[in-house]
């Protein structure tokens, strides 16, 4: 069974950082495009960053965000810095099997989220 579990949410001050962590099992991980999403309340989902065999990331997290992966351990990671109130959401980590995409509904394994506050 593919579970995906986030963890490293919190309330953060703006200009602050914060890593959120993913662990996958279930399968082997390493053949898989793995990404972070994220949702604001009220806002549809999009995707922040994705790492297969380079890396993606939405242009509002471009130089502030990076996504990482440890493959031996099948963890994936999200380093975020200088965060803002706009970057408050719940984020998820998603897995897909082969190539990226930034087609959400091509993603088929979720994590059940991570809620992520930036106070200003």
């Known amino acids: 069974q593919v579970q995906l579990v986030e963890s490293g949410g919190k309330l953060v001050q703006a200009g602050g950082s914060l890593r959120l962590s993913c662990a996958a099992s279930?399968?082997?991980?390493?053949?898989?495009?793995m990404g972070w999403f994220r949702q604001a309340p009220a806002k549809e989902r999009e995707a922040v960053a994705i790492?297969?065999?380079?890396?993606w990331y939405a242009d509002s997290v471009n130089g502030r965000f990076t996504i990482s992966r440890d493959s031996a351990n099948d963890m994936v990671y999200l380093q975020m810095n200088s965060l803002t109130p706009d970057d408050t959401a719940v984020y998820y980590c998603?897995?897909?099997?082969?190539?990226?995409?930034?087609?959400?509904?091509?993603?088929?394994?979720w994590g059940q989220g991570t809620q992520v506050t930036v106070s200003s």
């Open positions: 998603a897995a897909r099997a082969g190539t990226a995409s930034l087609r959400l509904s091509s993603w088929d394994n």
């Open positions: 790492i297969s065999y380079s890396t």
């Open positions: 279930g399968r082997d991980f390493s053949t898989y495009a």
